[in-house]
């Protein structure tokens, strides 16, 4: 097992003295792929409004025994319309030293979990076509494909599509 395997850590409501360890951790996937979309890092401002976008839905903070961020998800409004009430996007992000140790896995489950406890029956996740291990994540955790908008994105001359994939966490009445 390698030293990152064994990082103690615990799940804690995301809040904002977490803005920092957001920003370190976003900036990091702007600068190394395409898990975030933007091409430059971004400020505190921007790491504000994704704290803010998920304001009354389930956040979550990874943070180590002393307190550093490790990661975080949170859910957030599809759409501001009361009939999409029921349905949420999903965002996660983890420090490049504590993935594929199943702290994302542990992560999702929760974020699920509490969906369904806040009355939310699908979560939906948009992924860069040119982030195959986001993909293969959440494909792995149940996620289906079920939309593709072709080409929408261009990050360092480079186009990209942007997928839709939806999981069903609890039955809707009636269906």
Not at 21 to 39: K, S, V
Not at 84 to 106: E, K, N
Not at 111 to 125: C, F, K, Y
Not at 129 to 141: E, G, I, Y
């Given at each position: 097992?390698?030293?990152?395997?064994?990082t103690a850590?615990?799940?804690?409501?995301l809040?904002?003295?977490?803005?920092e360890?957001?920003?370190?951790?976003?900036?990091?996937?702007?600068?190394t792929?395409?898990g975030?979309?933007?091409?430059?890092?971004?400020?505190?401002?921007?790491?504000?409004?994704?704290?803010?976008?998920?304001?009354?839905?389930?956040?979550?903070?990874?943070?180590?025994?002393?307190?550093?961020?490790?990661?975080?998800?949170?859910?957030?409004a599809?759409?501001?319309?009361?009939?999409?009430?029921?349905?949420?996007?999903?965002?996660?992000?983890?420090?490049?030293?504590?993935?594929?140790?199943g702290i994302?896995t542990r992560l999702?489950?929760?974020?699920?979990a509490?969906?369904?406890?806040?009355?939310i029956?699908?979560?939906?996740?948009?992924?860069?076509s040119?982030?195959?291990a986001?993909?293969a994540f959440?494909?792995?955790?149940?996620?289906?494909?079920?939309g593709?908008f072709?080409?929408?994105?261009?990050k360092?001359?480079?186009?990209?599509?942007?997928?839709w994939?939806?999981?069903?966490?609890?039955?809707v009445?009636?269906?």
């Amino acid at each position: 097992m390698n030293e990152t395997s064994r990082t103690a850590f615990d799940f804690v409501p995301l809040g904002r003295q977490h803005l920092e360890g957001m920003r370190r951790i976003f900036n990091h996937h702007i600068a190394t792929g395409y898990g975030a979309y933007p091409e430059k890092p971004v400020d505190r401002e921007v790491v504000e409004s994704l704290l803010r976008r998920a304001e009354g839905y389930p956040a979550i903070a990874v943070e180590a025994s002393d307190g550093t961020l490790l990661g975080f998800g949170f859910l957030s409004a599809y759409s501001p319309q009361d009939v999409f009430a029921h349905t949420a996007q999903i965002t996660i992000f983890l420090d490049p030293q504590i993935t594929r140790v199943g702290i994302g896995t542990r992560l999702l489950r929760r974020l699920e979990a509490d969906a369904r406890n806040q009355g939310i029956t699908a979560i939906l996740a948009h992924i860069s076509s040119r982030n195959p291990a986001s993909f293969a994540f959440h494909t792995k955790h149940g996620l289906v494909v079920c939309g593709r908008f072709p080409n929408i994105g261009r990050k360092w001359g480079k186009p990209f599509d942007i997928v839709w994939m939806i999981k069903t966490v609890s039955r809707v009445e009636g269906s």
